[in-house]
């Protein structure tokens, strides 16, 4: 039985997962954006959120207004509320392209962010050929299958699944299959450089 976050974003009516929206402002720690299809979004980042633009790292002060988003993000606790954990500043030709409904992943964002309805964030117990176990905070220990298409994604780079870092959080994105079995289409992680203090100038 499926409990806590997880469970979160099945039952909640708003949008979660892979999201592209425009940004409208950021209040304190959380971004508001208009999606695809016309909602307005309010989901949060923290010490854990990785951000980049042509895969040079961001922070929350380089994001602005009418910017466009792509981002995975999961929902936490009773609330269901929002986190962003992974956001990426797309390039304007990419806004929204062929894009039918909020959720549905083409190749726009395939290096990005892959096809899969849920999202895990946990620690690597396990990495076989073809078995990856993930230990969890909430739901404890889930297993996935690993498929030949799976990638493994440091820093928004794609490495070897021999390189999966096993002392850091990552995140998972998955699905089930036509057997009901789960599945992982992407394992992410890197690790959160926080950005040097500017020295006032004389």
């Given at each position: 039985m499926?409990?806590?976050?997880l469970a979160?974003?099945?039952r909640?009516?708003q949008p979660?997962?892979i999201?592209?929206?425009?940004?409208?402002r950021?209040?304190?720690?959380?971004?508001?954006?208009?999606?695809e299809d016309?909602?307005?979004?309010?989901c949060?980042v923290d010490?854990?959120?990785?951000?980049?633009?042509?895969?040079?790292?961001?922070?929350?002060?380089?994001l602005?207004p009418?910017?466009?988003?792509?981002?995975?993000t999961?929902r936490?606790?009773?609330?269901g509320?929002?986190?962003a954990?992974?956001i990426h500043?797309?390039?304007?030709?990419r806004r929204f392209?062929?894009?039918?409904r909020?959720?549905a992943?083409?190749?726009?964002?395939?290096s990005?962010?892959?096809?899969?309805?849920l999202?895990?964030t946990?620690m690597?117990?396990?990495?076989?050929d073809?078995?990856?176990?993930?230990?969890?905070?909430?739901?404890?220990?889930?297993?996935?299958?690993?498929?030949?298409?799976?990638?493994f994604?440091?820093d928004?780079?794609?490495v070897a699944?021999a390189?999966?870092?096993?002392?850091q959080?990552?995140?998972?994105?998955?699905?089930y299959?036509?057997?009901?079995?789960?599945?992982?289409?992407?394992?992410?992680?890197?690790t959160i450089v926080?950005?040097?203090?500017r020295?006032?100038?004389?």
């Amino acid at each position: 039985m499926l409990t806590g976050g997880l469970a979160a974003q099945l039952r909640s009516g708003q949008p979660t997962g892979i999201l592209e929206g425009r940004l409208v402002r950021i209040s304190g720690q959380t971004l508001h954006l208009i999606l695809e299809d016309g909602p307005e979004l309010a989901c949060q980042v923290d010490g854990r959120t990785y951000m980049d633009r042509s895969r040079e790292r961001l922070y929350l002060k380089d994001l602005k207004p009418g910017d466009f988003l792509e981002l995975v993000t999961e929902r936490q606790g009773i609330s269901g509320t929002c986190f962003a954990r992974m956001i990426h500043v797309a390039e304007a030709e990419r806004r929204f392209a062929g894009r039918t409904r909020v959720g549905a992943v083409k190749r726009s964002t395939e290096s990005f962010a892959p096809r899969g309805s849920l999202t895990i964030t946990g620690m690597v117990k396990n990495l076989q050929d073809h078995t990856l176990e993930i230990r969890t905070r909430q739901e404890g220990i889930m297993k996935f299958r690993v498929r030949q298409d799976t990638t493994f994604v440091r820093d928004g780079v794609e490495v070897a699944a021999a390189e999966v870092d096993r002392t850091q959080p990552v995140f998972v994105r998955a699905g089930y299959d036509f057997n009901g079995e789960l599945e992982v289409y992407q394992v992410a992680w890197g690790t959160i450089v926080q950005p040097e203090k500017r020295v006032p100038r004389p």
